[in-house]
T-cell receptor, first 108, second 114 residues
């Protein structure tokens, strides 16, 4: 079963713009991860943020976590056409649960 | 080598067929996972193997039968599937099963049941 909701469900932007995706979850967590999936293929791990962290950066990615609101956001700065993919947040220990995902389209 | 491989890439089978999906990793990971993903939906966990032992079965129907013959290999045996079982089947592995662990995914097997 899904862990929570992501919004927006779909996002379309121009190359060079920033993209922000949000994720809400239901249970208490030890960490939250973000994954990317291109065209229904395998998922690629992007970033992990622990429950005691509020913000984390990796290249053009910035993730925030608000455990009081049970929510996280993923910001991709200066987007590229190659960033077109579905993005999922995931929580859980052994039994990882994914959010519904955001389908991002970056137009060249 | 940070790759998880899955074979076959595509599979079409009838409801009376028996087939198997294969997943392999050579990263020394001791946890392996099967997920099912329907179109435009997130992956859903099916099974977790930890140190070659089944540790989680998410109430998956018995027509799906997992097997972990060694620490590098994970199989999913399919028998008497239904058309609604058509989906992308993803395998993943992690160093061990636990909350700190990043999972590495294979490219998936796209299954069509006729």
């Amino acid at each position: 079963s899904q862990q929570g909701e992501e919004d927006p469900q779909a996002l379309s932007i121009q190359e060079g713009e920033n993209a922000t995706m949000n994720c809400s979850y239901k249970t208490s967590i030890n960490n939250l991860q973000w994954y990317r999936q291109n065209s229904g293929r395998g998922l690629v791990h992007l970033i992990l943020i622990r429950s005691n962290e509020r913000e984390k950066h990796s290249g053009r990615l910035r993730v925030t976590l608000d455990t009081s609101k049970k929510s996280s956001s993923l910001l991709i700065t200066a987007s590229r056409a190659a960033d077109t993919a579905s993005y999922f947040c995931a929580t859980g220990q052994i039994d990882m649960r994914f959010g519904a995902g955001t389908r991002l389209t970056v137009k060249p | 080598d940070t790759e998880v491989t899955q074979t076959p890439k595509h599979l079409v089978m009838g409801m009376t067929n028996k087939k198997s999906l294969k997943c392999e990793q050579h990263m020394g990971h001791r946890a392996m996972y099967w997920y099912k993903q329907k179109a435009k939906k997130p992956p859903e966990l099916m099974f977790v193997y930890s140190y070659e032992k089944l540790s989680i079965n998410e109430s998956v129907p018995s027509r799906f039968s997992p097997e972990c013959p060694n620490s590098s290999l994970l199989n999913l045996h399919l028998h008497a599937l239904q058309p609604e079982d058509s989906a992308l089947y993803l395998c993943a592995s992690s160093q061990v099963a636990g909350w700190r662990e990043t999972q590495y995914f294979g490219p998936g097997t796209r299954l069509l049941v006729l």
